[in-house]
């Protein structure tokens, strides 16, 4: 079965400064994985989403992530936090073994200081 | 231009009352699935449908139901709301089931906030 552990359910950071947000995951398998964005009482967007090839993936505004296979990682980051990227972000990952259902991991907060 | 849509966006209903929240979609996407997000915690997906394919997970409690009458609504049914039901219910959408070599991206609506009293 597969797993997702998001490492911190709240980050801070300041407006301009980097955004990094930590996704590790479990797959016996090849996975596929998601981040999503959920700004308040609204439902979830599909920020990016890696399945092969190339493992840096670029997403919606301005955000990237890069699977490492060998650190079982998919982070999310951007270069220059804006107030409006204030949101819960959800990593998700989607394989074979578990008949492709979408695990979320339980989130992570980002607040951004002006 | 609303891809899912749910209805409504706020629900109170009281200890026991059976309540239904509903969802269409304009995609003419085959799947449909219903997920609960408690507060501060991860969405978990209740079921799905496949068309008329209806598809439940093991864990999901007797007292959450579904329907889909036709490809653009489906209806999630909660027949004795307890306080432990309170939640966000988010729809989803796929075009297909996700599946090898063929990944689909969901689309979800904006969610309906159950409150039980």
């Known amino acids: 079965a597969q797993s997702v552990t998001q490492l911190g359910s709240h980050v801070s950071v300041s407006e301009g400064a980097l955004v990094l947000l930590r996704c590790n995951y479990s797959?016996?398998?090849?996975?596929?994985l998601f981040w999503y964005v959920q700004y308040p009482n609204q439902g979830l967007q599909l920020l990016l989403k890696?399945?092969?090839?190339?493992?840096l993936v670029k997403g919606i505004n301005g955000f990237e992530a890069e699977f490492k296979k060998s650190e079982t990682s998919f982070h999310l980051t951007k270069p220059s936090a804006h107030m409006s990227d204030a949101a819960e972000y959800f990593c998700?990952?989607?394989?074979?073994?578990?008949?492709?259902?979408?695990?979320f991991g339980a989130g992570t907060r980002l607040f951004v200081k002006a | 231009d609303a891809m899912v849509i749910q209805n409504p966006r706020y629900q109170v209903t009281q200890f026991g009352k059976p309540v239904t929240l509903s969802c269409s979609q304009t995609l003419n996407h085959n799947v449909m699935y219903w997920y609960q997000q408690k507060s501060s915690q991860a969405p978990k997906l209740l079921f799905h449908y496949y068309d008329k394919d209806f598809n439940n997970e093991a864990d999901t409690p007797d007292n959450f139901q579904s329907r889909r009458p036709n490809t653009s609504f489906c209806f999630l049914d909660i027949r004795s709301p307890g306080l432990g039901d309170a939640a966000m219910y988010l729809c989803a959408t796929s075009r297909e089931r996700l599946g090898r070599g063929r990944l689909e991206t969901q689309y979800f609506g904006p969610g309906t906030r159950l409150l039980v009293l």
């Open positions: 998700a990952v989607s394989a074979e073994t578990g008949g492709f259902k979408t695990i």
């Open positions: 890696y399945t092969t090839g190339a493992t």
């Open positions: 797959s016996s398998v090849p996975p596929y």
